[in-house]
């Protein structure tokens, strides 16, 4: 199919999508902060997902599996791995608990023995026969679509379609099926205590109670778990995100996919301590940019990192907590918890009003919106007020508005690895431009999202993570 094609289907397609998130839906910090394994959240760790919940409603041992992945998925799946998460996901791995270390001999013994061990189960799978790439072919709800088959002993089938729409969450049906080890899951029915589905009634909630944003969150919660839970949870993730930064700047060689792409995270890190004590005012940035660097190199391995809100934007956040910690005088763990929570606010907004799929809205939608949560979380730990912090946000996406997602040879690393340095470094910039100003501004954050969903509906199928356009075919791969 051409790219004219693949642009008419998806056109076809949208306005049938049933991806968003319904307003009214309640989302818990757990479902937009995972811990998990790179390369993409929409690409690696919701297809393992997808796997794993099909095979859990098999309601005995099939003879056969097959997957078929459509959309973004087949184009870009190779580059991605979510032929290696497929297997990982029918064989009962989760991405929060599989181990980076031992996924590449267990995908050896899979494809050497031809069989999927799924706890007591034997299946057969021959992988050029049971998991097919239908590149061009758009499925009509979503551009990152699957289809599970069973075929069972009886002679019956059980089918399944699975949609992965970003930030590893996956829609199945017409309900959003996470499967993260919080227990958070998008809830419908869910009654919350001060719920809010825009800024403006995020802004309102303030105003009415005189809480923060970030304990707007967390009273929130409280509809899930105790309040000792979540903070477990968000110290969970602070050190998971802290973890893939020192991980990364330890690592050296080359990344892998064939780009010749080499880490990059270990030198400057080795140069950056060495000029430590003549440290210029630009160097805060280039700390930044590492601390970004060094996720993003981990994420592009496979390594283990938190999907914040997604994967290919993984180093933003990480890399603005880092700099919160070491340059702001007074940092502490009570405020990397007020990051998060006020970052995650942002990012349910751009959830429940837009998406944060890069198959959806292009890579603004994964590096603008973690720009935008990164952006508010730090105005709101730099004593911004709400409206400061709902301005920090704006302005950090309005500046990322019609990125686009175009992965040279479908890899999360050119230009994924940098665009993650470049939005750390804007959403330190957005929070001291909103905290310059009193909070009153032209362009709301509604404004901005809105404009985003838009921006994201018109771009061509080939800038959103197909790898048909843009530097996916102007650059000639090594």
Known sequence: MTTTDADSVLAEARPRQRSRIDSSAAISVVDLFTIGIGPSSSHTVGPMRAALMFMEVLPEQPKNVTCELFGSLALTGHGHATDTAILLGLSGERPETADPETIAPQIAEIRKAQVIRFGDWSVPFVEDRDLLFHKGVFLEQHSNGMRFTAQMADGSEIVREYFSVGGGAVLGGDAIADASSGGGKIGHNLVQPLPFSSGAEMLSQGEETGLCIATLVMRNEAAW??????????????????????????????????????????????????????????????????????????????????????????????????????????????????????????????????????????????????????????????????????????????????????????????????????????????????????????????????????????????????????????????
């Open 225 to 478: 778990r105790p309040q000792a839970e979540t903070e477990a949870f968000l110290d969970d993730v602070i050190d998971a995100m802290n973890a893939s930064i020192d991980r990364g700047m330890k690592q050296e060689g080359m990344l892998p996919g064939g780009l010749k792409v080499r880490r990059r995270a270990k030198a400057i890190h080795a140069r950056l301590r060495a000029g430590q004590e003549g440290m210029q005012p630009a160097a805060v940035f280039e700390w930044v940019s590492l601390f970004a660097l060094a996720v993003n190199e981990e994420n592009a391995a496979g390594g283990r990192v938190v999907t914040a809100p997604t994967n290919g934007a993984a180093g933003v956040i990480p890399a603005v907590l880092r700099y919160y910690r070491k340059f702001v005088p007074g940092a502490d763990r009570e405020g990397e918890r007020q990051l998060l929570l006020t970052a995650a606010a942002i990012g349910f907004l751009y959830k429940k009003r837009a998406s944060i799929s890069a198959a959806e809205m292009g890579c603004q939608g994964e590096v603008g919106v973690a720009c935008s949560m990164a952006a508010a979380g730090l105005a709101a730990v730099l004593g911004g007020t709400n409206q400061q912090v709902e301005n920090a946000a704006e302005i950090g996406m309005e500046h990322n508005l019609g990125l686009t997602c175009d992965p040279i040879g479908g890899l999360v690393q050119i230009p994924c690895i940098e665009r993650n340095t470049m939005g750390a470094v804007k959403a330190i910039n957005a929070a001291y431009l909103a905290l310059q100003g009193d909070g009153r501004h032209i362009v709301s954050l509604d404004a901005v999202i809105e404009t985003m969903r838009q921006t994201g509906e018109d771009m061509a199928s080939r800038y959103k993570e197909t790898s048909l356009g843009g530097l996916a075919v102007n650059v000639v791969e090594c």
